[in-house]
T-cell receptor, first 115, second 109 residues
Framework: DGGITQSPKYLFRKEGQNVTLSCEQN?????MYWYRQDPGQGLRLIYY???????QKGDIAEGYSVSREKKESFPLTVTSAQKNPTAFYLC??????????????FGEGSRLTVL | GQNIDQPTEMTATEGAIVQINCTYQ??????LFWYQQHAGEAPTFLSY??LDGLEEKGRFSSFLSRSKGYSYLLLKELQMKDSASYLC??????????WGAGTKLIIKP
């Protein structure tokens, strides 16, 4: 079955550590996204990529980094520079906008807690 | 600026009908999405409207008025499993989604 897989589902980090969240999709989608979700707020875009080896900053990119070496994979690194990293992180993918409605398919999410 | 407004929380009774409203302001417009999200889970797609009018899909319907910057999601014959957050998102001229904070729907027996 096609879908998006995020790992780990839960992650604990000490202050000052970098952590990397994995996101893999087998939907053959061109576009991939990372969102952050905090209580009482809408999803906020961290980074997105519409093609391999290219990605763009979203609204809250500071303290995060990504790579897109393969179409299927879009890992997110939460660096020690991110001031308040405790949150629920969602990875999503879509066919390129304009080719379809742009409907997003989401992974199950990764909950990061900084101790 | 770009903005999405929807109520924070709503309560309804099992078997009843509920309407969740969403107003939006975006730079350009390429459609309005509704997603359902159960607690601790990923959002799942419910509907997409880009033209004015009502789109019906089983117990769920979604309405759009582009001139008013307004949409609503209508849920009929409510079931306990419909207890979830409902996220409204508008797509701007750059095909980027602007998200509302979500409406938590509580269904009571």
């Amino acid at each position: 079955d096609g879908g998006i897989t995020q790992s780990p589902k839960y992650l604990f980090r000490k202050e000052g550590q970098n952590v990397t969240l994995s996101c893999e999709q087998n939907l053959n989608h061109d576009a991939m996204y990372w969102y952050r979700q905090d209580p009482g707020q809408g999803l906020r875009l961290i980074y997105y990529s519409q093609i391999v080896n290219d990605f763009q900053k979203g609204d809250i990119a500071e303290g995060y980094s990504v790579s897109r070496e393969k179409k299927e994979s879009f890992p997110l690194t939460v660096t020690s520079a991110q001031k308040n990293p405790t949150a629920f992180y969602l990875c999503a993918s879509s066919m390129s906008p304009g080719q379809h409605t742009g409907e997003l398919f989401f992974g199950e999410g990764s909950r990061l807690t900084v101790l | 600026g770009q903005n999405i407004d929807q109520p924070t929380e709503m309560t309804a009774t099992e078997g009843a009908i509920v309407q969740i409203n969403c107003t939006y302001q975006t730079s350009g417009f390429n459609g309005l999405f509704w997603y359902q999200q159960h607690a601790g889970e990923a959002p799942t797609f419910l509907s997409y409207n880009v033209l004015d009018g009502l789109e019906e899909k089983g117990r769920f319907s979604s309405f759009l008025s582009r001139s008013k910057g307004y949409s609503y999601l209508l849920l009929k014959e409510l079931q306990m499993k419909d207890s979830a957050s409902y996220l409204c998102a508008a797509m701007d001229s750059n095909y980027q989604l602007i998200w509302g904070a979500g409406t938590k729907l509580i269904i009571k027996p």
